[in-house]
């Protein structure tokens, strides 16, 4: 019996470190071999209970390169032909940096989907998702708040404040949508590990929802609310794509002071200053108590 592990199979944010167009400062020293800024693929993170059978959170675009890259996730030799460790695949939106690697798991291994009704919906509706056999792929849609065994892990979603996949705006428009967003609680062993990596606002029932967890990997996109704006990347603030930033009236750093287990940002976006190893942004938020995800990490409680 492991007890509960995880490893961080992706970190950052949508279009991953460093962006394929971007020459920005964080984006060029990713490329660079000085070892300034660490190179990420998008946010993805893999959970067990037993060492042997894993549920991930989240299907990015990277999702194959990353279980190319992680031992733990390769076809056991022992178990035929075809094999893969992937119990099922639980997802906390419909963006594209959340649900479009489940176009990887297309070839007839069986797992789960778990999430829940509004993200089904949205993945059924869209006929590029049918790839996923029917005979192998078991959809299942989670009630939140009522969590669910699978893999020898508790997994439940909850509702966290988030709007619609930036995708789907055009059609339905800006405004926030029930269970267009939601975390993950995953339990085993008795220990608690919460995964946030897109959440609009951090109020009271957020609050107590995070404050059991022994670990939370909490959504860290930008440092500023305006970091695009001012750094000329983009024209749209944090909190307008969903994200509550770092720091600023409302952010993750001030707010979540109160907890007690590991605190760890990921969902990292590719101008965020605390991805520099050793930038004054990065010291504020470790002098805080906080760790910064980077691929390959692994957590074991």
């Known amino acids: 019996m492991v007890g509960l592990r995880a490893i961080v199979l992706g970190s950052a944010a949508g279009g991953g470190v460093p962006q394929w ?15 300034a800024v660490r190179p990420r693929t998008q946010t993805c993170v893999a959970v067990s209970a037993d060492g042997e059978r894993v549920v991930l959170l989240n299907a990015p675009p990277d999702l194959r390169q990353q279980l190319l890259a992680a031992p733990a996730l390769t076809p056991r030799a022992s178990a035929g032909l075809r094999d893969s460790p992937i119990a099922a695949v639980v997802l906390t939106g419909a963006e594209i940096d959340q649900a479009a690697g489940l176009l990887h798991l297309r070839e007839g291994q069986p797992f789960a989907l778990l999430a829940d009704g509004y993200v089904q919906t949205v993945l059924t509706t869209n006929p590029m998702f049918d790839v996923l056999a029917a005979d ?12 669910v065994d699978i893999a020898g892990l508790s997994i439940e979603l909850f509702p966290v404040p988030g709007k619609v996949p930036l995708w789907l705006e055009r059609a339905v428009g800006e405004a926030p949508a029930d269970g267009a967003v939601t975390g993950v609680s995953v339990r ?10 897109e959440i609009a606002e951090i109020g009271p029932a957020i609050r107590a929802r995070l404050a059991s ?53 990921i969902h990292l976006n590719n101008t965020n200053p605390v991805l520099f190893e050793d930038s004054p942004e990065r010291r ?14 692994e957590i074991v409680l």
């Not at 085993?188 to 990596?197: E, I, Y």
Request: net charge neutral.
């Open 21 to 35: 167009n971007c020459r920005c400062g964080i984006c060029q020293a990713a490329r660079s071999s000085n070892g």
């Open 136 to 147: 192998a792929v078991d959809r299942r849609t989670l009630v939140p708040d009522v969590p």
């Open 188 to 197: 085993a062993g008795g220990r608690h590990l919460v995964f946030v990596p």
């Open 213 to 265: 967890a022994d670990v939370v990997l909490m959504d860290g996109t930008l440092f500023t609310d305006d970091e695009m704006i001012t750094s000329g990347t983009g024209s749209k603030s944090s909190r307008r794509m969903g994200h509550v930033p770092i720091t600023g009236d409302g952010g993750s750093l001030d707010a979540l002071t109160f907890l007690h287990g590991r605190r760890i940002y």
């Open 284 to 297: 504020r938020v470790v002098a805080a108590g906080w760790e910064i995800a980077a691929d390959g990490m």
